[in-house]
Nanobody, 119 residues
Framework: QVHLVESGGGLVQPGGSLRLSCAAS????????MGWYRQAPGNQRELVAV???????NYADSVKGRFTISRDNAKNTVYLQMNSLKPEDTAVYYC?????????????WGQGTQVTVSS
């Protein structure tokens, strides 16, 4: 069982930066792929970025070149550095931890943190 807590959200002007953090209660080293998702009002939750157990990364096209996902297994923490923010990045951002055992995937979610990009 993994408990996730996000932090770092807030209000920022267009073009600004924020760094989100996701602290895990249990060990996320080696075994968990970690990801950031977001959900804007009226929209489905969408993948923003993922970092695998071997630290490979993948990003949604809409954030490539602007966002960077990273993980510190020693601190059981995952980060999302968001630069050049746009109003369309406004959403609740959720941290996800995914454990795969054989072919079964177990997903854990944080409570979310609000990011608002507005002037």
């Amino acid at each position: 069982q993994v408990h996730l807590v996000e932090s770092g959200g807030g209000l920022v002007q267009p073009g600004g930066s924020l760094r989100l953090s996701c602290a895990a209660s249990g060990s996320i080293s080696r075994n968990y792929a970690m990801g950031w998702y977001r959900q804007a009002p009226g929209n489905q939750r969408e993948l923003v970025a993922v970092i695998t157990t071997d630290s490979s990364t993948n990003y949604a096209d809409s954030v490539k070149g602007r966002f960077t996902i990273s993980r510190d297994n020693a601190k059981n923490t995952v980060y999302l550095q968001m630069n050049s923010l746009k109003p369309e990045d406004t959403a609740v951002y959720y941290c996800n931890a995914q454990l795969t055992i054989n072919i079964v995937k177990y997903n854990y979610w944080g409570q979310g943190t609000q990011v608002t990009v507005s002037s």
